[in-house]
């Protein structure tokens, strides 16, 4: 903790000086050759870069500056000891419901929603993808009142119904599914939208499917697909082995609900075959989408997810479901090693959604980082159908950094023993790595990608 021995500014004091304090900081920062932040002696698991290790961890101006067995103490302005704790780049949601606050009751677009910044940063999670909430009809009301408001990382799936998630009465209507102006927004929002969604259809055409695809062709983005009532004249060997193209996801793939396992127990052979071809495979736990049974039967076959995600709403938040990293326990529970559980939550959403930037701690990477412990003891974990499985090992989430910035602590791991302070002791931490307390606010709350 080396910043304590520096002069300290009030914030208040900051907020006066203006800009010349932020230019002092500046000034400071090239002249005494440190780095903003110091993760020390943590393990890193960096599935990208093939990296599960201790490793110190740099960060300058928001980005990952350098990573190595041992970076010195003294060139960190703040400095965090990670010993026993994990290190991993910051965790990707790949399917989460954030539309929240336009009152509608029963809607996606609506009351079934949640603002993301409470369920996020507390379990290690920096970029969310939001599953088809909003079409091209009320994107930019999404846009507005969530997306730009968050710190949360909002990524989102257009949906292929120009409604968007408002409930059965909208997300029935073919004539409301249309690939052109579903493609048009996805161009005129490159930054935000990295996918078309289809959801909750319950009749018997492929038209939702087909048209999801169209405007992924367009707009050369992925599908993904909730693939709906389960229904003889669309089945998911024809879903996979022949509508989806390489690169497109199929979210629920341990629900049981569509087939993905046979009355006999085993693996729908079409889920092979969507993987040969490419389709990605993603958790989507949700509150009617994760059974244990589907998920132990795929991975005893060696079907492991592509990506874990949550499906986060009001239905799955306080169920089984509960977050991205009981579902991540989940899998440890299962068997599957930490480092796979943190590709599939890391590296591997980055590549599904193209966006090849995150998901990973190369140098010069944007440094969302989170670090954990790897709780020991006797868990159970939940799923979608309210069975048990026991478990010896939880992962909870220390502390979270976002654009290299301190968005969650814990345990205070970045703060001072209030006893070492001046008894009149000030608002604390630094804007340099303190993301809570020297937050910078403009007036409207507006934030960029
Ligand atoms: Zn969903």
Same mark, same amino acid.
Request: with cysteine.
């Given at each position: 903790m080396s910043d304590h021995k520096r002069p300290l500014f009030s914030r208040r004091e900051l907020f006066a000086a203006g800009a010349a304090a932020f230019a002092f900081a500046g000034t400071g920062r090239a002249q005494d050759g440190q780095y903003d932040l110091l993760l020390k002696g943590g393990h890193l698991i960096d599935p990208k870069n093939g990296i599960s290790g201790v490793r110190d961890v740099a960060v300058l101006d928001g980005k990952v500056a350098e990573v190595a067995e041992s970076i010195p103490a003294s060139k960190g302005f703040k400095v965090v000891d990670c010993k026993g704790l994990y290190i991993t780049p910051g965790l990707i949601d790949l399917h989460v419901h954030v539309f929240a606050g336009t009152n509608e009751r029963g809607s996606y677009a609506g009351d079934n929603s949640l603002y993301p910044d409470g369920y996020t940063f507390r379990v290690g999670v920096t970029t969310v993808v939001d599953a088809g909430c909003a079409g091209w009809r009320n994107f930019d009301v999404f846009k507005d009142t969530v997306i730009d408001r968050s710190q949360t990382r909002i990524l989102a799936l257009a949906n292929i119904v120009g409604n968007g998630m408002r409930?059965?009465?909208?997300?029935?209507?073919?004539?409301?599914?249309?690939?052109?102006?579903?493609?048009?927004?996805?161009?005129?929002?490159?930054?935000?939208?990295?996918?078309?969604? $289809?959801?909750?259809?319950?009749?018997?055409?492929?038209?939702?499917?087909?048209?999801?695809?169209?405007? &992924?062709?367009? *707009? =050369? !983005?992925?599908?993904?697909?909730?693939?709906?009532?389960?229904?003889?004249?669309?089945?998911?060997?024809?879903?996979?082995?022949?509508?989806?193209?390489?690169?497109?996801?199929?979210?629920?793939?341990?629900?049981?609900?569509?087939?993905?396992?046979?009355?006999?127990?085993?693996?729908?052979?079409?889920?092979?075959?969507?993987?040969?071809?490419?389709?990605?495979?993603?958790?989507?736990?949700?509150?009617?989408?994760?059974?244990?049974?589907?998920?132990?039967?795929?991975?005893?076959?060696?079907?492991?997810?592509?990506?874990?995600?949550?499906?986060?709403?009001?239905?799955?938040?306080?169920?089984?479901?509960?977050?991205?990293?009981?579902?991540?326990?989940?899998?440890?529970?299962?068997?599957?090693?930490?480092?796979?559980?943190?590709?599939?939550? $890391?590296?591997?959403?980055?590549?599904?959604?193209?966006?090849?930037?995150?998901?990973?701690?190369?140098? &010069?990477?944007? *440094? =969302? !980082?989170?670090?954990?412990?790897?709780?020991?003891?006797?868990?159970?974990?939940?799923?979608?159908?309210?069975?048990?499985?026991?478990?010896?090992?939880?992962?909870?989430?220390?502390?979270?950094?976002?654009?290299?910035?301190?968005?969650?602590?814990?345990?205070?791991?970045?703060?001072?023993?209030?006893?070492?302070?001046?008894?009149?002791?000030g608002r604390q931490g630094d804007p340099r790595w303190d993301g809570i307390l020297n937050r910078q606010r403009s007036g409207g709350g507006r934030r960029r990608r």
């Open positions: 409930g059965g009465r909208y997300e029935q209507q073919l004539d409301d599914m249309k690939a052109g102006p579903t493609a048009e927004l996805a161009k005129k929002y490159p930054e935000i939208i990295v996918g078309v969604k $289809t959801a909750h259809y319950g009749g018997p055409e492929w038209q939702p499917v087909e048209e999801a695809v169209k405007a &992924g062709e367009a *707009a =050369d !983005i992925p599908v993904m697909v909730d693939f709906g009532s389960n229904l003889p004249e669309r089945p998911l060997e024809v879903l996979l082995g022949e509508k989806l193209r390489p690169g497109d996801i199929y979210t629920h793939c341990f629900a049981g609900n569509r087939r993905e396992m046979l009355e006999d127990g085993s693996v729908n052979p079409g889920m092979f075959e969507g993987r040969k071809r490419g389709v990605y495979f993603d958790v989507g736990h949700g509150g009617g989408s994760f059974k244990w049974s589907v998920a132990a039967a795929c991975l005893k076959a060696g079907f492991p997810p592509d990506s874990i995600s949550t499906d986060l709403h009001i239905g799955s938040m306080n169920s089984g479901m509960q977050s991205q990293l009981n579902t991540m326990s989940k899998f440890l529970a299962l068997g599957q090693s930490l480092d796979d559980v943190i590709k599939e939550s $890391t590296w591997n959403p980055a590549k599904e959604i193209k966006r090849e930037e995150l998901g990973h701690l190369s140098k &010069g990477a944007i *440094a =969302d !980082i989170s670090v954990f412990t790897l709780r020991k003891g006797d868990f159970g974990f939940v799923d979608s159908f309210g069975a048990r499985q026991k478990g010896n090992e939880m992962l909870e989430c220390e502390m979270t950094f976002k654009d290299g910035k301190l968005a969650f602590d814990l345990n205070g791991r970045t703060r001072q023993n209030w006893q070492e302070l001046d008894l009149h002791y």
